[in-house]
T-cell receptor, first 111, second 113 residues
Framework: EAQVTQNPRYLITVTGKKLTVTCSQNMNHEYMSWYRQDPGLGLRQIYYSMNVEVTDKGDVPEGYKVSRKEKRNFPLILESPSPNQTSLYFC??????????FGNGTRLTVT | AQSVSQHNHHVILSEAASLELGCNYSYGGTVNLFWYVQYPGQHLQLLLKYFSGDPLVKGIKGFEAEFIKSKFSFNLRKPSVQWSDTAEYFCAVERDRDDKIIFGKGTRLHILP
């Protein structure tokens, strides 16, 4: 079954404590991307990757890092989380041309 | 800055009514266009997409959208909505020059049974 798997689904942390949200896809997709969803703002792209070792900033990359060492994995790293990064995060993948499969989301709360 | 505008933030319709959700974008270059649906508590699902060719595209669940290049618009339509169409709908634009994606802020659709 085609899947994009994000972990964890829920995460509560404190300001400044580094965290990683994992994302893995089993479809051999080249394109992967991260979004945050906030009420009234829709989805905003954080980072995207067209292939292994190729990553680019989206609209709101500040405070986030990503890596793409393998095709299937695209972790999102918050080196020093702050309360304004409290949000619902989605990972997505496709062969190219826009996100096709989305993960189930990670709800992050930073206190 | 490039943007995607969804004019209706909240739409309420009765079952069997016709639906049209507006989407306009501000980018002069080549774009790919998408509509996604998000049911309550779920992730986004792709409804339909336009890359090139026939500007009228058909998607899943009876939805269609028309790309009007001169108006920078990509409106979503459905002739007869069902209660199960209650969801939030997002328009998105992918810029061809750098593959960056911009989403609209979404339209909440509520269908009355």
């Amino acid at each position: 079954e085609a899947q994009v798997t994000q972990n964890p689904r829920y995460l509560i942390t404190v300001t400044g404590k580094k965290l990683t949200v994992t994302c893995s896809q089993n479809m051999n997709h080249e394109y992967m991307s991260w979004y945050r969803q906030d009420p009234g703002l829709g989805l905003r792209q954080i980072y995207y990757s067209m292939n292994v070792e190729v990553t680019d900033k989206g609209d709101v990359p500040e405070g986030y890092k990503v890596s793409r060492k393998e095709k299937r994995n695209f972790p999102l790293i918050l080196e020093s989380p702050s309360p304004n990064q409290t949000s619902l995060y989605f990972c997505a993948s496709s062969l190219g041309g826009g996100p096709l499969h989305f993960g189930n989301g990670t709800r992050l709360t930073v206190t | 800055a490039q943007s995607v505008s969804q004019h209706n933030h909240h739409v309420i319709l009765s079952e069997a009514a016709s639906l049209e959700l507006g989407c306009n974008y501000s980018y002069g270059g080549t774009v790919n266009l998408f509509w996604y649906v998000q049911y309550p508590g779920q992730h986004l699902q792709l409804l339909l997409k336009y890359f090139s060719g026939d500007p009228l595209v058909k998607g899943i669940k009876g939805f269609e959208a028309e790309f009007i290049k001169s108006k920078f618009s990509f409106n979503l339509r459905k002739p007869s909505v069902q209660w199960s169409d209650t969801a939030e709908y997002f328009c998105a634009v992918e810029r061809d020059r750098d593959d960056k994606i911009i989403f609209g802020k979404g339209t909440r659709l509520h269908i009355l049974p």
